[in-house]
């Protein structure tokens, strides 16, 4: 009888599991970063988007009511309030409609605690927590990350969206008429992500600095009076920001790129460089200066 011998099927050895496991690695650290950079361009454009679908209901809504969104009834109320009915939450504006003929208190009023997807830009990390509390107030509030543009600050107050909070005529209902430097040259709204010290950025009210709306070029020294514990932020200008830094919070930002995305005018949106001139981009941020803007 023939005797039938069977060989062992030989394994791998030790040496080239750790090869292969050494190529998976090199690829994967070659392709991660490719990922996350994919990640943060659908991320951008979808911040981008959201800006786009807030300046058709804003122009939506001048052409309607003929002037820009800005309640006019109530100092603490912002312009995302206003704006409701043309991103189809007539039901949520109507509730908060009758929360204010009721004369109930901004804090309480259901807007504070509702979010709103498009009021969000997915960049921000701190969006992951839905109802944010006010740093000194405790209060829970429903935050957004797009603001309007003061102007160069609340001292000149010469912007799109200019703040009953600053200096000048602050009664004054602005209109796309009003942009005499041209709706193309303009800074509508821009992007800023929130702060660890949350103080601002409830999209429906709050009793703080400037509405929802922010300069290009900063100061605000009576946080010092209100909180004694607050920076005085008299120097805050278009840079790179950090939520850790409770002054960033009052100017454009964002996590995207060396720069912060805009919405213009005219209703295009753009992302502005971090490295601009500073003369530029407060001639951006005017209404009627008549400045130079240039390239």
């Given at each position: 009888?023939?005797?039938?011998?069977?060989?062992?099927?030989k394994g791998f050895t030790v040496t080239e599991?750790?090869?292969?496991?050494?190529i998976v690695g090199v690829l994967v650290a070659?392709?991660?970063?490719?990922?996350?950079?994919?990640?943060?361009?659908?991320?951008?454009?979808?911040?981008?988007?959201?800006?786009?679908?807030?300046?058709?209901?804003?122009?939506?809504?001048?052409?309607?009511?003929?002037?820009?969104?800005?309640?006019?009834?109530?100092?603490?109320?912002?312009?995302?309030?206003?704006?409701?009915?043309?991103?189809?939450?007539?039901?949520?504006?109507?509730?908060?409609?009758?929360?204010?003929?009721?004369?109930?208190?901004?804090?309480?009023?259901?807007?504070?605690?509702?979010?709103?997807?498009?009021?969000?830009?997915?960049?921000?990390?701190?969006?992951?927590?839905?109802?944010?509390?006010?740093?000194?107030?405790?209060?829970?509030?429903?935050?957004?990350?797009?603001?309007?543009?003061?102007?160069?600050?609340?001292?000149?107050?010469?912007?799109?969206?200019?703040?009953?909070?600053?200096?000048?005529?602050?009664?004054?209902?602005?209109?796309?008429?009003?942009?005499?430097?041209?709706?193309?040259?303009?800074?509508?709204?821009?992007?800023?992500?929130?702060?660890?010290?949350?103080?601002?950025?409830?999209?429906?009210?709050?009793?703080?600095?400037g509405s929802q709306t922010i300069g290009v070029?900063?100061?605000?020294?009576?946080?010092?009076?209100?909180?004694?514990?607050?920076?005085?932020?008299?120097?805050?200008?278009?840079?790179?920001?950090?939520?850790?830094?409770?002054?960033?919070?009052?100017?454009?930002?964002?996590?995207?790129?060396?720069?912060?995305?805009?919405?213009?005018?005219?209703?295009?949106?753009?992302?502005?460089?971090?490295?601009?001139?500073?003369?530029?981009?407060?001639?951006?941020?005017?209404?009627?200066?008549?400045?130079?803007?240039?390239?």
């Amino acid at each position: 009888m023939n005797s039938k011998i069977f060989a062992s099927k030989k394994g791998f050895t030790v040496t080239e599991v750790l090869v292969v496991v050494s190529i998976v690695g090199v690829l994967v650290a070659l392709l991660l970063p490719a990922i996350q950079s994919a990640r943060e361009s659908a991320r951008r454009s979808s911040c981008q988007n959201n800006l786009r679908q807030l300046g058709l209901a804003i122009f939506n809504f001048e052409s309607v009511q003929r002037r820009l969104p800005s309640h006019p009834r109530n100092l603490s109320l912002h312009w995302h309030l206003e704006i409701l009915p043309q991103i189809e939450m007539l039901s949520l504006s109507s509730s908060i409609e009758t929360q204010i003929s009721q004369n109930d208190p901004w804090f309480s009023m259901v807007g504070m605690r509702t979010p709103i997807a498009l009021f969000e830009c997915p960049s921000d990390p701190l969006n992951s927590v839905r109802l944010k509390r006010h740093w000194a107030l405790g209060i829970s509030m429903a935050t957004t990350n797009y603001v309007g543009i003061v102007g160069e600050s609340l001292n000149t107050n010469d912007g799109l969206f200019p703040s009953r909070y600053g200096n000048g005529d602050r009664k004054v209902l602005m209109r796309f008429s009003n942009v005499l430097d041209g709706l193309s040259n303009t800074l509508a709204l821009c992007e800023r992500p929130m702060s660890n010290f949350t103080v601002v950025g409830a999209w429906q009210a709050s009793q703080e600095y400037g509405s929802q709306t922010i300069g290009v070029r900063e100061g605000v020294s009576y946080w010092t009076a209100t909180y004694p514990n607050l920076e005085s932020c008299t120097n805050v200008r278009f840079s790179n920001g950090d939520p850790k830094r409770i002054c960033d919070q009052i100017k454009p930002w964002s996590y995207h790129f060396k720069g912060a995305n805009f919405l213009i005018a005219d209703g295009s949106t753009q992302g502005i460089s971090y490295s601009i001139n500073e003369k530029v981009i407060i001639a951006l941020s005017t209404i009627a200066g008549n400045e130079p803007v240039g390239e």
